[in-house]
């Protein structure tokens, strides 16, 4: 009998912590950089300098919330439409290292787990390494106008992206937080 993920063609080999940190430190670099294209424009705009700060509150409301909304989207694009419509589970970099995201019954991805997976796992809970984790509290920051509340979602973001981190090196099959949050995994494998 052919199992499910023979049956989709994929690996079921467990991925080296190195090649994934690998591919997530460079999908991180080129979704930031992705990301602050239109950021810089709004910025540019509304300030007229071309030198763009990380802090997107010093820009009106308006002009904030838009350019975090802008990051959020571009970031989200990136980890969540590539790998469902372009990659089959991978982003540019998992591609390039052999290695994709898969449902824990290693089936293949769908909207619904993605969303789970990179909007509430890796944005809303971790949110401390990702672009879209900055952009998030950008916005809590300008609608609050709390920077209390801002560094405290900031310290927290990054405790649980370290909690994250040693979670996956500890877990049987590798998982990080937003893994368990998604029902997904790692796994060696591509086209």
Known sequence: MISRAQDIGIESEKVNIFRRGIAAIFDMYIASVLANIPIL???SIETGQTQMTRELSSLSAPAG????????IIVSMYYIVIPLYKFDGQTPMKKLLDIKIVKTDNS???????????ILGSMIVEGGFVSSGNYFRQIILILSGSSLVYTGLLYTSFATSILSIILMLFSKESKALHDYIGNTKIIRGGE
């Open 41 to 43: 424009i709004i910025y």
């Open 65 to 72: 919330i838009l350019a975090s909304l802008l990051g959020i």
């Open 108 to 118: 293949r991805l769908d909207l619904k787990t993605m969303l789970k997976r990179e």
